[in-house]
């Protein structure tokens, strides 16, 4: 039986898992988020290292295992697109950040 795996920053949970084609489950305070792998990785590198600007590179390293192409960029972009309408469809740029092509999770909206 494939088991289950945590991280957690305040109130938010990552979880990963046996749950099919949304294979992570995002709990916050507001409800349950279904992610795909791919958004969960890069969501799961960026709570390891709460408010601190993590670069482009090190992300698509540590998320996905990539070593960087132009071709892997426009994957981030994508993927974080996708990952921060599902955290918060309303105001989707202010949980994660980007400055100077680098991100950044703020740990204040995790509460």
């Known amino acids: 039986m ?3 795996t945590t ?3 305040g109130r938010w949970r990552l979880e990963t898992g046996p749950f099919g084609y949304h294979r992570m489950r995002l709990t ?3 409800g349950t988020v279904w992610l795909t792998q791919r958004q969960g990785r890069l ?3 960026l709570m390891q290292y709460p408010d601190q600007v993590v670069s482009r590179e ?3 390293c540590r998320a996905w295992g990539v070593v960087c192409s132009a071709g892997d960029y426009r994957i981030l972009e994508i993927t974080l697109c996708a990952l ?6 309303h ?3 202010r949980v994660i950040t980007t400055a100077g092509g680098q991100l950044q999770l703020h ?3 995790c509460q």
């Open 58 to 60: 090190e992300l698509l």
């Open 107 to 109: 740990s204040e909206f």
């Open 7 to 9: 991280i957690q920053l």
């Open 84 to 89: 921060r309408r599902r955290i918060d469809p």
């Open 43 to 45: 969501l799961e590198c």
């Open 91 to 93: 105001k989707p740029f």
């Open 2 to 4: 494939p088991r289950i």
């Open 28 to 30: 916050t305070g507001r």
